[in-house]
């Protein structure tokens, strides 16, 4: 059974940095895709970034040249390095992956920039 766990997620002022990670378990063949999603209150999920299987990464406008998404693939862990974070980048952050037509969410972890 696929499992995605994030950690990394807290409260950090305008400007900081944080890693997020996603340890995914269940796939012995990994995932064809793995995406950062994030949802601020109120509002849709929004994409962030995609990591894709041969390794590239595909950014959304609002993070690019910020954050840096990658993967650990002897550990199955991705992450999603944060840098110069707004207050616009508050949400709860989720990694969600996609294999064949089956797709999996993770609970999300929360990120708060704080003034």
């Known amino acids: 059974q696929v499992q995605l766990v994030e950690s990394g997620g807290g409260v950090v002022q305008a400007g900081g940095s944080l890693r997020l990670s996603c340890e995914a378990s269940?796939?012995?063949?990994?995932?064809?895709?793995m995406n950062w999603y994030r949802q601020a209150p109120g509002k849709q999920p929004e994409l962030v970034a995609t990591?894709?299987?041969?390794?590239?990464?595909v950014y959304e406008d609002p993070v690019r040249g910020r954050f840096t998404a990658s993967r650990d693939k002897a550990k199955n862990i991705y992450y999603l390095e944060m840098n110069r974070l707004k207050l616009d980048d508050t949400a709860v952050y989720l990694c969600?992956?996609?294999?064949?037509?089956?797709?999996?969410w993770g609970q999300g972890t929360q990120v708060t920039v704080s003034a």
């Open positions: 969600h992956a996609q294999l064949g037509i089956q797709s999996f």
């Open positions: 269940g796939s012995q063949y990994g995932f064809d895709v």
């Open positions: 990591i894709v299987t041969g390794g590239d990464v």
